[in-house]
T-cell receptor, first 115, second 109 residues
């Protein structure tokens, strides 16, 4: 149980294009999903918290117009990196928390490379 | 401010036991989590402690003392595949996870 999928697992794109990453909870309903970014050999950094049906809450320093988050259902959240630049290249990881517990279950991550 | 402290790196021998400590200062406490993260992969959940004491799960055990703001993760019968980073995270009074920087565990044959 508590499986979270993420798609795509790896993406390479040109500078200036937009990339959408999907995060799905496969066997549970996630009222809250989280988006993290992790640079090589660094800690997880929380980017935003998204609750189903409401606007995401962004952490300080994260541009909400650049990182668009949509949490349209209890099993799906998407992160769109708009007008990507090489400095956005990173490992993006989502996690989901179910209705009853506190534990966050992580997706496998998406490695984004912007050329 | 909120703070989670854990050692940056530890080295242990295959077959041995290692204890990874975590101390925390947070605004409120709703539980402490340990996650394992292999290089290049996402974290996987190991344990959740909300009451004082030891929780055992196979080769891994996690201990919590709320009065001391302290936890440890104990790994027994170490295997090479246990080489990973171990992340300590505390849920504060707002149910937000505060993450430690992680402890990189290196297992030597």
């Amino acid at each position: 149980g508590a499986v979270v999928s993420q798609h795509p697992s790896r993406v390479i794109c040109k500078s200036g294009t937009s990339v959408k990453i999907e995060c799905r909870s496969l066997d549970f309903q996630a009222t809250t999903m989280f988006w993290y970014r992790q640079f090589p050999k660094q800690s997880l950094m929380l980017m935003a918290t998204s609750n189903e049906g409401s606007k995401a809450t962004y952490e300080q320093g994260v541009e909400k117009d650049k990182f668009l988050i949509n949490h349209a259902s209890l099993t799906l959240s998407t992160l769109t990196v708009t007008s990507a630049h090489p400095e956005d290249s990173s490992f993006y990881i989502c996690s989901a928390r179910d209705l009853t517990g506190y534990t966050q279950y992580f997706g496998p991550g998406t490695r984004l490379t912007v050329l | 401010g909120q703070n989670i402290d854990q050692p940056t790196e530890m080295t242990a021998t295959e077959g041995a036991i290692v204890q990874i400590n975590c101390t925390y200062q947070t605004s409120g406490f709703n539980g402490l989590f340990w996650y394992q993260q292999h290089a290049g992969e996402a974290p996987t959940f190991l344990s959740y402690n909300v009451l004082d004491g030891l929780e055992e799960k196979g080769r891994f055990s996690s201990f919590l003392s709320r009065s001391k703001g302290y936890s440890y993760l104990l790994l027994k019968e170490l295997q090479m595949k246990d080489s990973a980073s171990y992340l300590c995270a505390v849920m504060d009074s707002n149910y937000q996870l505060i993450w430690g920087a992680g402890t990189k565990l290196i297992i030597k044959p």
